[in-house]
């Protein structure tokens, strides 16, 4: 069997360190990308760090003529599909870019893998790990959240994954050949321990460690922290942060388990822990020696007041479960952030 798996978004924050853990596990990743929202300097760190030249295509996920080009040419025996657009504010002002990005890159890349699959040209069963998001849970009833909860959306950006989990699904009671593993992520934050790779927001960040470390750094006066009112211990919204190393890890299990047993399955990728903001910033300050200023902002529109994985159901099915503390997390963060203030860019 092929051991090419294509990333779709592979030089983006997660797909570079999925690039990573998938060489190190024995695979061949090979990356598609048009680096709307990632830097080509991304794949010198990771031949860096692998020792090896990395194969790129860079191109457009929307053009289905040359990912079908691109997948008969490499032939994987699978795909993992980070490729889309991510941020939730930005989705509200712009829904149409992300029907079109997200959405239509998803139906793009569905139907170049069913026609090189249908036409023979790049035979593997088709297999296919998805980005999904816990924004899929919308306002959730209550937590730890199962997979099995209710679905919503808050915002186009949710709606946007919200749709791709239900084509895929269309997709498998059509064609039962396929084999899909839908990852609901909680929220990644870390970077490599080599400090050579982590998250290079180009604008404000919207998740909040790259923005508690650019505050760290001296790029960013202040941390805004939205809400101190939610019925939480301190007052502050809690997440699942999950270091990007696990959520790596995370893909090259659900991959092998595909690629194995060949039944689909949905799951989420979190700790189960639930921090706070506060504890967030409290964790950077001991990884990097200083105060971090923070200032008490209202509540934002569409925030929920807390939001963790029951994490369960991926270690049954995939053995995986999430093993790195808060503070390796922060300590990662604060090395990629002081080594790479600018990020990629110099
Ligand atoms: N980072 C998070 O907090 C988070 C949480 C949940 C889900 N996700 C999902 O995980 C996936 C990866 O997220 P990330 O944080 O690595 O984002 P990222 O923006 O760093 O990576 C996405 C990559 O996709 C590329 N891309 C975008 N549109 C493309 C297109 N049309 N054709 C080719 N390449 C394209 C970008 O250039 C970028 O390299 C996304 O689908 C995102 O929605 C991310």
């Known amino acids: 069997m092929s051991t090419t798996i294509l990333l779709t978004g592979g030089a983006g924050y997660i797909g570079s360190h999925t690039f990573i853990a998938l060489r190190e596990a024995g695979f061949e990743p090979v990356i598609l990308d048009n680096f709307a929202n990632s830097h080509p300097v991304v794949l010198e760190r990771l031949e860096r760090i692998s020792g090896r030249p990395v194969l790129l295509e860079r191109g457009d996920v929307l053009d289905t003529a040359w990912v079908a080009d691109v997948l008969r040419r490499h032939r994987p ?15 509200v002002a712009k829904p149409l870019k992300y029907f079109h990005n997200n959405i239509g890159g998803a139906v793009s890349l569905l139907r170049a893998m069913t026609t090189v699959f249908e036409d023979g040209s790049a035979p593997a069963l088709p297999t296919l790990v998805f980005s999904s998001s816990a924004t899929v849970y919308g306002d959730p009833a209550s937590v730890p959240i199962l997979e099995s909860f209710p679905l919503s959306h808050t915002s186009p950006y949710g709606h946007s994954k919200l749709v791709i989990e239900e084509m895929l699904a269309s997709l498998r ?4 050949a396929w084999r899909v593993g839908v990852l609901r992520y909680f929220n990644p934050a870390g970077a490599h321990p080599s400090g050579l790779m982590g998250e290079d927001p180009a604008d404000i960040p919207n998740n909040l460690m790259p923005f508690v470390t650019q505050v760290a750094v001296g790029q960013r006066p202040h941390v805004n922290v939205f809400g101190n009112d939610y019925a939480t211990p301190d007052g502050t919204g809690v997440r699942d942060y999950i270091h990007v ?29 639930g921090v ?56 990662d963060a604060w090395r990629w952030q002081s080594g790479n203030p600018n990020g990629y860019r110099g």
């Open 245 to 273: 190393q696990d959520l790596a890890a995370g893909h090259v299990a659900a991959l092998q388990a595909l690629l194995s047993k060949g039944e689909s399955f949905t799951v989420n990728l979190g700790t189960g822990r």
């Open 276 to 331: 706070s903001v506060l504890e967030v910033i409290r964790a950077v300050e001991r990884a990097c020696g200083k105060t971090i200023p923070h200032v008490f902002a209202p509540r934002r529109a569409g925030d929920v007041a807390q939001c963790y994985a029951d994490a369960s159901l991926a270690k049954r099915l995939l053995g995986w479960e999430a093993k790195c503390s808060l503070d390796e997390m922060c300590a």
């Open 77 to 91: 025996a699978g795909v993992v599909h980070f490729a889309g657009d991510k941020a939730v504010g930005e989705s």
């Open 173 to 176: 009671r059509a064609s039962p």
